[in-house]
């Protein structure tokens, strides 16, 4: 049984960071892409960064130069380390890991993934 589980999130002022983590176990596809996503209430889920077990990343638009996306395999655990945070990053932000490869293309499209995390709240004040 996959399990993913979230941590490290918090209330921040604006420029501030945060470490989010997220440790994964019973999920053997460690070639696949594994992902961080966001979520307001109300709004739709976001793609925030994804990572291949080659090291390549692909980032959203509105985090890119500010967010990062690590992993170590050997640890099962996946990172996302989050600098210079705005009020417009808070949200309840999730870890996930497909059943499937896919192309890095659709690494920021939230249906390609199967399991996910229960989540981990990140709240920017200004």
């Known amino acids: 049984q996959v399990q993913l589980v979230e941590s490290g999130g918090g209330s921040v002022q604006a420029g501030g960071s945060l470490r989010l983590s997220c440790a994964a176990s019973g999920y053997t596809y460690s070639t696949y892409f594994m992902a961080w996503f966001r979520q307001v209430p109300g709004k739709e889920r976001e793609g925030v960064a994804a990572?291949?077990?080659?090291?390549?990343?692909i980032y959203a638009g509105s985090v890119e130069g500010r967010f990062t996306i690590s992993q170590d395999n050997a640890l099962n655990t996946l990172w996302l380390q989050m600098n210079s945070l705005k009020p417009e990053d808070t949200a309840r932000y999730y870890c996930?890991?497909?059943?499937?490869?896919?192309?890095?293309?659709?690494?920021?499209?939230?249906?390609?993934?199967?399991?996910w995390g229960q989540g981990t709240q990140v709240t920017v004040s200004s």
């Open positions: 990572i291949g077990s080659n090291g390549r990343t």
């Open positions: 996930a890991a497909p059943a499937q490869d896919f192309w890095i293309k659709y690494a920021l499209d939230g249906g390609r993934y199967n399991y």
